[in-house]
């Protein structure tokens, strides 16, 4: 019996002993269904190093791998900044991986991780990105008509501070007769408290040279949240209270106190070859006069190469209960470029 006890304590303290052996080794796991474990050194030049008990150390090439895990933080290095930073990568779906640094965690593609290293991992450096769309269409029948639709969208990040501006400028003109002219600016500033909880400050403005409803001017500011943005997309909403003031062609004006939604959406699909996109406000006055106004975009834009782009969008426009209600419909599709 004490020869039983004795054994078993033994056995309990070998086994406690090889516990975090086993709890500490890396994962990884390989895209014909395989599984390693060891110790992951290095992750470079499109190569992982793991070391192993039962082989050494291995060098696995990283279009291989799956996803995987890491029990220690490993370093990997910023091609931009040319600093390392320890991160620690978390198991996701098959091609993905979760990568957590000191501030922050992210989704990240495992055909995208170079974009991640080379990507601005330090939050004190300026992050810009953007997309210029072009389109036009010229036909030549028994009418003529020239159609011209130009959009700018780009974001700045630095720290806690986020900057989004966009403008559009649209025109058609059929024979003699000018359709559509008008010109959008939008200006937005975010100040992020956490990770997802935000605090918004918008501007937009529209001038419209055809309709009578001319001079569009939306002033808000309110919390906002961020439900993801990561590798695989975006999405974001605020509420926002403020003024709507409305101009029109004989220079007499209306002003409204009211509350608006903002949305801001992006999803990558086809590994990031193409790009669901939608954003906009919808308000509603807080007086008598029941303002409604919608102003939204829903598209896609297709990948030619890392720069250029093709894309499709529906643009609408709606405002009710003003002296003009205007219903403005605007389909574009054209080349673009995007940056970041």
């Given at each position: 019996?004490?020869?039983?006890?004795?054994?078993?304590?033994?056995?309990?303290?070998?086994?406690?002993?090889?516990?975090?052996?086993?709890?500490?080794?890396?994962?990884?796991?390989?895209?014909?269904?395989?599984?390693?474990?060891?110790?992951?050194?290095?992750?470079?030049?499109?190569?992982?190093?793991?070391?192993?008990?039962?082989?050494?150390?291995?060098?696995?090439?990283?279009?291989?791998?799956?996803?995987?895990?890491?029990?220690?933080?490993?370093?990997?290095?910023?091609?931009?900044?040319?600093?390392?930073?320890?991160?620690?990568?978390?198991?996701?779906?098959?091609?993905?991986?979760?990568?957590?640094?000191?501030?922050?965690?992210?989704?990240?593609?495992?055909?995208?991780?170079?974009?991640?290293?080379?990507?601005?991992?330090?939050?004190?450096?300026?992050?810009?990105?953007?997309?210029?769309?072009?389109?036009?269409?010229?036909?030549?029948?028994?009418?003529?008509?020239?159609?011209?639709?130009?959009?700018?969208?780009?974001?700045?990040?630095?720290?806690?501070?986020?900057?989004?501006?966009?403008?559009?400028?649209?025109?058609?003109?059929?024979?003699?007769?000018?359709?559509?002219?008008?010109?959008?600016?939008?200006?937005?500033?975010?100040?992020?408290?956490?990770?997802?909880?935000?605090?918004?400050?918008?501007?937009?403005?529209?001038?419209?040279?055809?309709?009578?409803?001319?001079?569009?001017?939306?002033?808000?500011?309110?919390?906002?949240?961020?439900?993801?943005?990561?590798?695989?997309?975006?999405?974001?909403?605020?509420?926002?209270?403020?003024?709507?003031?409305?101009?029109?062609?004989?220079?007499?004006?209306?002003?409204?106190?009211?509350?608006?939604?903002?949305?801001?959406?992006?999803?990558?699909?086809?590994?990031?070859?193409?790009?669901?996109?939608?954003?906009?406000?919808?308000?509603?006055?807080?007086?008598?006069?029941?303002?409604?106004?919608?102003?939204?975009?829903?598209?896609?834009?297709?990948?030619?190469?890392?720069?250029?782009?093709?894309?499709?969008?529906?643009?609408?426009?709606?405002?009710?209960?003003?002296?003009?209600?205007?219903?403005?419909r605007i389909f574009s599709t054209g080349l673009g470029m995007t940056?970041?």
């Open positions: 019996m004490r020869t039983t006890v004795i054994k078993f304590f033994a056995y309990s303290f070998i086994l406690f002993l090889a516990l975090p052996c086993i709890v500490q080794a890396d994962t990884v796991w390989l895209t014909n269904g395989d599984r390693l474990s060891g110790t992951v050194e290095s992750l470079s030049d499109g190569i992982l190093e793991l070391k192993t008990d039962y082989a050494g150390v291995l060098k696995v090439k990283w279009k291989s791998v799956s996803t995987m895990q890491t029990e220690s933080p490993i370093l990997i290095r910023n091609n931009k900044t040319q600093e390392n930073y320890p991160v620690y990568f978390t198991p996701y779906n098959a091609g993905y991986v979760v990568i957590k640094t000191s501030e922050k965690k992210e989704i990240v593609s495992v055909k995208r991780i170079d974009e991640f290293m080379q990507s601005e991992v330090r939050t004190d450096q300026w992050d810009w990105t953007g997309n210029i769309d072009a389109g036009v269409n010229l036909k030549n029948s028994s009418t003529s008509t020239d159609d011209y639709n130009l959009s700018l969208n780009t974001k700045l990040k630095k720290e806690k501070w986020r900057h989004d501006i966009s403008a559009t400028y649209n025109r058609e003109v059929e024979e003699s007769n000018v359709n559509t002219d008008n010109y959008s600016f939008r200006y937005a500033i975010d100040y992020l408290f956490e990770e997802q909880y935000f605090w918004q400050s918008r501007l937009s403005y529209k001038r419209d040279w055809v309709e009578d409803l001319s001079r569009q001017l939306l002033i808000g500011t309110g919390p906002g949240y961020q439900l993801w943005d990561d590798d695989t997309g975006a999405f974001s909403i605020s509420l926002l209270g403020g003024a709507f003031s409305y101009g029109y062609s004989d220079d007499r004006r209306d002003s409204h106190l009211g509350a608006t939604i903002h949305w801001d959406y992006q999803r990558y699909l086809m590994d990031k070859s193409v790009t669901l996109y939608s954003n906009g406000e919808t308000g509603h006055s807080l007086d008598n006069d029941g303002v409604i106004s919608v102003d939204a975009e829903l598209g896609l834009r297709y990948a030619l190469t890392s720069w250029s782009t093709f894309h499709i969008g529906y643009h609408r426009n709606i405002v009710k209960g003003t002296r003009d209600t205007l219903d403005e940056w970041k």
